[in-house]
């Protein structure tokens, strides 16, 4: 079993930064893939990047990539989401998830609660 808590959402205004952190708890956060999120008003939750469970691999949808870098500390439980160069359409609730195996989807094992990002134009 693994708890997901996110913190670090807030309101930014455009070309700004935000950092978000999950706090895992468990012993086995370690053995999962682990990935961010995020959803806005009136769409569909939708992938934003994710990293292998040693970090050696990370990977991201076309349109954060360049702007945001997702980081983890097993040693610490954490995983975290780098936001730089933020826009409007950045705006979402972000979700933490944890997955077994190589890749993060939305059929993830396990999900936190969500933080909310506002970008201001």
């Known amino acids: 079993q693994v708890q997901l808590v996110e913190s670090g959402g807030g309101l930014v205004q455009a070309g700004g930064s935000l950092r978000l952190s999950c706090a895992a708890s468990g012993r086995t956060f370690s053995t999962y893939t682990m990935g961010w999120f995020r959803q806005a008003p009136g769409k569909e939750r939708e992938f934003v990047a994710g990293i292998t469970w040693s970090g050696g691999s990370t990977y991201y949808a076309d349109s954060v990539k360049g702007r945001f870098t997702i980081s983890r500390d097993n040693a610490k439980n954490t995983v975290s989401l780098q936001m730089n160069s933020l826009k409007p359409e950045d705006t979402a609730v972000y979700y933490c998830?944890?997955?077994?195996?190589?890749?993060?989807?939305?059929?993830?094992?396990?999900w936190g609660q969500g933080t909310q990002v506002t970008v201001s134009s």
């Open positions: 998830a944890a997955e077994k195996g190589w890749v993060v989807t939305s059929s993830a094992d396990y």
